[in-house]
Nanobody, 122 residues
């Protein structure tokens, strides 16, 4: 069973940046996605990256601000988040999905991490 561990969350001011990391051994064959869930809201797919990093997908609200990348040698996927807004506040999760699911934002996924909290507030 694949275990994913997120890190890098925190509290920042609007306009600030954070870089989230998702670490797991043996995930190089999976597409990896980032999801988030804000209080009282449904789970939302944020971004997804193919197994070799060559294809990415973003939800419209983060395009131009967030960048997903991966380093399979380090077994880590990153989500660089710039120009953060209060509406980006949520718990962020990473998930491992079928390699063919990049265009469906890594849905369905097979494995799920514990999440890391991101807060954006002045």
């Amino acid at each position: 069973q694949l275990q994913l561990v997120e890190s890098g969350g925190g509290l920042v001011q609007p306009g600030g940046s954070l870089r989230l990391s998702c670490a797991a051994s043996g995930f190089k064959y999976y597409a990896i996605g980032w999801f988030r869930q804000a209080p009282g809201k449904e789970l939302e797919g944020v971004s997804c990256i193919s197994s070799n990093g060559g294809t990415t997908n973003y939800t419209d609200s983060v395009k131009g601000r967030f960048t997903i990348s991966r380093d399979n040698a380090k077994n880590t996927v990153y989500l660089q988040m710039n120009s953060l807004k209060p509406e980006d506040t949520a718990i962020y999760y990473c998930a491992a999905a079928d390699p063919a699911t990049v265009q469906t934002m890594c849905v369905p996924y097979f494995y799920w991490g514990q999440g890391t909290q991101v807060g954006v507030s002045s």
